[in-house]
Structures are given as C-alpha cells and as structure tokens.
C-alpha cells in the first residue's frame, strides 16, 4: 500500500514556516532585524538549539543574513529585482519615467480595486490613518514627509490587495522611486497648487476604498497617476526651455 508513516514535524521547520510566511506577506520588511536569540526563542516557544537550525536553513535560502555584531537581518531579497546596470539604464532615460508611471497606474488601479473589495477593516484602518497623517504633513509645508507619507499610502493598498506577487514588485519599484531614480516627487511637492491636488487625489482614492466602490477606487487612481505623469512631462519641458533660455542669454551677453 503506498502508505508512509507521518512523522511529527521538526520544531526548526515550524519555526522556518512562520518566519517565511512574515517575509512573504511582506510584515518582516529587507533590512528588517529580528529580535534576539533568547527573545525570539521566548517568543516562539522553542529551543535555541531548534532556533539556531531555522535560522541556519533560512540563511542558506537567502533569506536571512547576518551582520557581524549586529545580529539577524532579513535579507534584501528585493535588491535584486534590477540588476545595478538596468537601474544606472532607467535613471538616464525619460521614457522610463513615463513608463514606470503607466506601469503604477495600471498595477495600482487592479490593486485599488482588490483593496476595496478584499481589503480587512484594519486594511482600510491603516489607509484612513497615513492620509489622515498626510493632510498633517500637508499643513506643515514639509516636502520630504509629505513625500515618504504618499509612499506609504500607496503601498497600504498595494498591501490590502493580498497579492504577494504584487506586493513585493511594487515594493522594489518604490524603493528605487525614493531613491529618486525615477523621479523625485518632492520637487512636485513644491508647488502649492500641485500639492493641494495631490492630496484631493489621495482624498478620492481613500473615499472610494473606504466606500468599498471597486470601480470608483480604479478610477481615482488612473486620475491621480495621470495627472502626475503630465505634470512631470510640463516640468520636464520647462527644464529643457530654461536651457535653451540660458544659452541664448549667454550669447546676447557675449554680442
């Protein structure tokens, strides 16, 4: 009879399980350090000897890393979405702009749309909250908190998707997006108007989530991202007419 006896589980592998399923879901962040030895033994409930061998296979997928005198750290398994060469190709190129934000606008829409229909209620808590905290931001006139908020803000809802795959795309998209190698929103945040608009545009899309209107939630999305790729195409063109403004300035001062 093909027929195997089932053996108890390892205490390591169950520890290996729930580690993997916080990196997966994305709760344990890159970079992330876990708790010490004797409190993440505590915590778990299992030895140190059964923690150490969970560790070790976790180290040996990649997962985990250890930094000399610092302990444990989630690995940064997102780096490696782009290799160094095509992330040097992206920063050089405008078109890569113009397509990143399409790309958002098309992801993020679906994920606005999952969000308000699979989204918890401690999922639309979580976005209520960081827009509550951007209309703070807003009124403190600070385009670098203002700036980190909005990423936060479109990740909860990429969080509230429960799409893994796309959760950690995206989250290696925004990483290199705060790196400025896409754009860098805070000089969008400079100007009062756009910023003013910017925050309508989160309002929109929070209500239609909160609303748990799908439709609505994609919308708001495809309005907001639209609007910031034309933004930053206008702001492109006056950085490229105030070149040309400076040359012959040169020149009339030369005549």
Do not use: C
């Amino acid at each position: 009879m093909p027929f195997q006896r089932i053996d108890a589980e390892k205490l390591s592998q169950s520890v290996v399980r729930q580690i993997e399923q916080l990196i997966l879901r994305g709760i344990l962040r890159p970079g992330e350090r876990l708790p010490s030895e004797r409190e993440l033994s505590e915590r778990l409930g299992v030895s140190r000897p059964s923690l150490r061998e969970a560790i070790a296979e976790l180290q040996d997928r990649g997962l985990l890393a250890t930094r000399a005198g610092a302990g444990i750290y989630v690995a940064d398994v997102l780096g490696s979405a782009f290799s160094p060469a095509l992330i040097r190709l992206f920063a050089a190129h405008d078109q890569a702009v113009l397509d990143y934000i399409g790309f958002r606008r098309d992801l993020e829409g679906v994920a606005a749309a999952r969000a308000a229909v699979a989204g918890t209620e401690t999922d639309l808590k979580v976005i209520n909250t960081i827009l509550r905290k951007m209309e703070v931001a807003h009124t403190k006139r600070n385009p670098a908190d203002e700036a980190e908020l909005d990423a936060q803000f479109h990740l909860a809802i990429i969080e509230a998707s429960h799409n893994v795959i796309m959760l950690h795309m995206m989250r290696s998209m925004f990483d290199l997006l705060k790196e400025g190698v896409f754009y860098n929103r805070q000089v969008m945040f400079r100007q009062r108007n756009t910023r003013d608009i910017l925050l309508e545009h989160h309002r929109a899309i929070n209500d239609a989530i909160q609303a748990r209107d799908p439709n609505a939630a994609r919308e708001a999305v495809h309005v907001h991202l639209t609007f910031v790729e034309e933004a930053l195409d206008l702001q492109n063109k006056i950085a490229k007419n105030e070149e040309i403004a400076k040359l012959r300035y040169a020149h009339e001062q030369e005549r």
